[in-house]
């Protein structure tokens, strides 16, 4: 039972343009959908957040936008620089404070 | 502030064999986790706690997998005895509180365990 989805494994973009990572969800349940980027060797570290009751919210070059009703939510980096190649995990707090992790979405910018 | 601490970043076992993992999560963090993400994966949730008690471990193979946190600080995470499907990077992480919704998890950098 996958309740999260990143059905793009790995996204090239060139340097100065967008990038849209995607992520799909079928627990209504979710309250909180927090986005992770991980570098190899390391640990994931935390980007941004949303809350359910929002439909956007924005940091510096990074935008999340949620779709309650689609059930879908979106990370845009703009503009995509180098430092951004890594892998982005979207990561929905259940309510129970157990984050479920998709699959991940690889992003390499193109200098 | 000092980030989460693992060891060891690296472990080569043959099956069957026992391994343990230690972590130190941030200072005055009472919520900590251990994942475990297998290759191509994302990371998945196998115990919480908050202080030193087990918030969830529903998806923590018992039979093989024990951990405990003492006194509300470091954990371990045990393998006893170790499957070639237990080859993972088992990731420790810590949050301030589990009160607020959508808390941020810090992680450490995680061990990686190959299972031969």
């Known amino acids: 039972d996958q309740q999260v989805k990143q059905n793009s494994p790995s996204l090239s973009v060139q340097e100065g343009r967008i990038s849209i990572l995607n992520c799909d969800y079928t627990?209504?349940?979710?309250?909180?959908f927090l986005w992770y980027k991980k570098y190899p060797a390391e640990g994931p570290t935390f980007l941004i957040s949303?809350?359910?009751?929002?439909d956007k919210n924005e940091d510096g070059r990074f935008t999340v936008f949620l779709n309650k009703s689609a059930k879908h939510l979106s990370l845009h980096i703009v503009p995509s620089q180098p430092g951004d190649s890594a892998v982005y995990f979207c990561?929905?707090?259940?309510?129970?404070?157990?984050?479920?992790f998709g699959t991940g979405t690889r992003l390499k910018v193109l200098a | 502030e000092a980030g989460v601490a693992q060891s060891p970043r690296y472990k080569i076992i043959e099956k069957r064999q026992s391994v343990a993992f230690w972590c130190n999560p941030i200072?005055?963090?009472?919520?900590l986790y251990w994942y475990q993400q297998i290759l191509g994966q994302g990371p998945k949730l196998l115990i919480q706690?908050?202080?030193?008690?087990?918030?969830?471990d529903s998806q923590l193979p018992k039979d093989r997998f024990s951990a405990e946190r003492l006194k509300g600080v470091d954990s371990t995470l045990k393998i006893q005895p170790a499957k070639l499907e237990d080859s993972a990077v088992y990731l420790c992480?810590?949050?301030?509180?589990?009160?607020?919704?959508?808390?941020?998890?810090?992680f450490g950098s995680g061990t990686q365990l190959s299972v031969l």
């Open positions: 992480a810590s949050s301030r509180t589990r009160d607020r919704g959508g808390e941020k998890l810090f």
């Open positions: 627990n209504s349940m979710f309250d909180y």
């Open positions: 949303i809350s359910s009751i929002k």
């Open positions: 990561a929905p707090d259940s309510g129970t404070y157990k984050y479920i």
């Open positions: 200072s005055g963090h009472a919520t």
């Open positions: 706690f908050q202080n030193n008690g087990v918030v969830d």
